[in-house]
């Protein structure tokens, strides 16, 4: 099958979980195009027989370009199979209720768009201080202490279950 992979990051870690995927997908035979939603407003999805888009949970939304791209490739996204990877902090945990939250912005994420996702997993994300400002360190080292996350100061900390996004993908596209 011809993949695309259309993703959107603010700190780096969902482009390497579309960088992964890709290689995953490779090794199973298939061919993959990984593209930014920045770069991917005039890409046909005529040539392609599958998609994932991927993007990552900011103050609760998913950035602006990956909804852009979805709303405007909604009907094409709907006859292929797709899957849809929201990567967020909260995913690395267990709090009911951050989950049912989890839920809800991809809900709105994709009815948003007036796609209909064939599957959607929620990803854990990383704390990436060697990307933030002061400002974002702040919050986000608050952040960290209020979940009990052990995280190093200046230091990246990592939750991406690879093994369980291998899985993720087999299930998907084994069909
Ligand atoms: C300013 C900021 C706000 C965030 N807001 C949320 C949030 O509302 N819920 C959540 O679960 N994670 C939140 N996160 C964590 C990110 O989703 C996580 O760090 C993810 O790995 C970011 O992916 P990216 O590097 O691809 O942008 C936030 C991170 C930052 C820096």
Same mark, same amino acid.
């Given at each position: 099958?011809?993949?695309?992979?259309?993703?959107?990051?603010?700190?780096?870690?969902?482009?390497?979980?579309?960088?992964f995927c890709a290689s995953q997908l490779i090794a199973h035979?298939?061919?993959?195009?990984?593209?930014?939603?920045?770069?991917?407003?005039?890409?046909?999805?005529?040539?392609?027989?599958?998609?994932?888009?991927?993007?990552?949970?900011?103050?609760?939304?998913?950035?602006?370009?990956?909804?852009?791209?979805?709303?405007?490739?909604?009907?094409?996204?709907?006859?292929?199979?797709?899957?849809?990877?929201?990567?967020?902090?909260?995913?690395?945990?267990?709090?009911?209720?951050?989950?049912?939250?989890?839920?809800?912005?991809?809900?709105?994420?994709?009815?948003?768009?007036?796609?209909?996702?064939?599957?959607?997993?929620?990803?854990?994300?990383?704390?990436?201080?060697?990307?933030?400002?002061?400002?974002?360190? *702040?919050?986000?080292? *608050?952040?960290?202490?209020?979940?009990?996350?052990?995280?190093?100061?200046?230091?990246?900390?990592?939750?991406?279950? *690879?093994?369980?996004?291998?899985?993720?993908?087999?299930?998907?596209?084994?069909?």
């Amino acid at each position: 099958m011809n993949i695309l992979i259309c993703y959107a990051t603010s700190e780096g870690q969902t482009r390497k979980i579309a960088r992964f995927c890709a290689s995953q997908l490779i090794a199973h035979g298939h061919s993959v195009e990984v593209i930014a939603a920045t770069d991917a407003q005039e890409i046909g999805l005529s040539l392609f027989d599958a998609a994932i888009l991927a993007g990552s949970v900011h103050a609760g939304r998913i950035q602006r370009e990956l909804a852009d791209f979805a709303e405007a490739h909604a009907a094409g996204l709907n006859t292929l199979p797709t899957l849809f990877l929201q990567v967020s902090l909260a995913a690395a945990g267990e709090d009911a209720d951050e989950r049912a939250d989890l839920d809800l912005i991809a809900q709105g994420f994709c009815d948003g768009a007036g796609w209909r996702p064939g599957a959607v997993h929620h990803i854990a994300g990383a704390f990436r201080f060697t990307q933030y400002d002061f400002f974002k360190g *702040w919050a986000m080292r *608050w952040i960290a202490s209020q979940r009990d996350h052990d995280v190093a100061p200046g230091m990246d900390t990592e939750y991406t279950d *690879w093994a369980a996004l291998a899985s993720v993908l087999e299930s998907w596209h084994a069909p």
